[in-house]
T-cell receptor
Framework: SAVISQKPSRDICQRGTSLTIQCQVDSQVTMMFWYRQQPGQSLTLIATANQGSEATYESGFVIDKFPISRPNLTFSTLTVSNMSPEDSSIYLC??????????????FGAGSRLTVL | QQPVQSPQAVILREGEDAVINCSSS?????VHWYRQKHGEAPVFLMI?????EQKGHEKISASFNEKKQQSSLYLTASQLSYSGTYFC?????????????FGQGTILTVHP
């Protein structure tokens, strides 16, 4: 399965600022996903990022708040804009790929833990 | 539609068994199980594709009942390494690829 590197692993940010999270994959993948995990909560999909097209956002998430870039098949960025304390979460990048069993499954990066003061 | 997991939390002693359930109000094409240890990324455990099919991973197995739109994860003779949060995930619309929607998670704690 793919190996995913996310940067930064954690950061402390001031209210009103923006932060860009980078996701690098060691192989070319078609579909990349950005999830948010609020403290003690489940994994909530923010958007699907396919190379060469605009990201598709889930209900409750908008491009102005979470702009995404997907310049090639191994890289994506997620920006959290105009942050507020409610944006304090772990943001996870994931990719779809074929598991050894033949099934199409998700592999996750280690996540970026953001704390907004 | 988010799958619903039960129970929310389980506390075990080493060697004990546990069952985690996952259900959906919508038709399930497949059910994925992931485990997330504290501070780490979720890791894929197994996928269930057919009704009633059981899969195994170490001493962890799962079943999938399409008619009832339910899946259950069975952890037998639990080990300390089983501690973590378990998530089930589903795909909508009968697709075999793409995004997953996850349940709220079940926290499993195994004590010596």
């Amino acid at each position: 399965s793919a190996v995913i590197s996310q940067k930064p692993s954690r950061d402390i940010c001031q209210r009103g600022t923006s932060l860009t999270i980078q996701c690098q994959v060691d192989s070319q993948v078609t579909m990349m996903f950005w999830y948010r995990q609020q403290p003690g909560q489940s994994l909530t999909l923010i958007a699907t990022a396919n190379q060469g097209s605009e990201a598709t956002y889930e209900s409750g998430f908008v491009i102005d708040k979470f702009p995404i870039s997907r310049p090639n098949l191994t890289f994506s960025t997620l920006t959290v804009s105009n942050m507020s304390p409610e944006d304090s979460s772990i943001y996870l990048c994931s990719v779809a790929g074929v598991h050894d069993s033949g099934a199409n499954v998700l592999t996750f990066g280690a996540g970026s833990r953001l704390t907004v003061l | 539609q988010q799958p619903v997991q039960s129970p929310q939390a389980v506390i075990l002693r080493e060697g004990e068994d546990a069952v985690i359930n996952c259900s959906s109000s919508k038709a399930l094409y497949s059910v994925h199980w992931y485990r997330q240890k504290h501070g780490e990324a979720p890791v894929f455990l197994m996928i269930l594709l057919k009704g009633g099919e059981q899969k195994g991973h170490e001493k962890i197995s799962a079943s999938f009942n399409e008619k009832k739109q339910q899946s259950s994860l069975y952890l037998t003779a639990s080990q300390l390494s089983y501690s973590g949060t378990y998530f089930c995930g589903s795909r909508a619309g009968g697709t075999s690829y793409g995004k997953l929607t996850f349940g709220q998670g079940t926290i499993l704690t195994v004590h010596p």
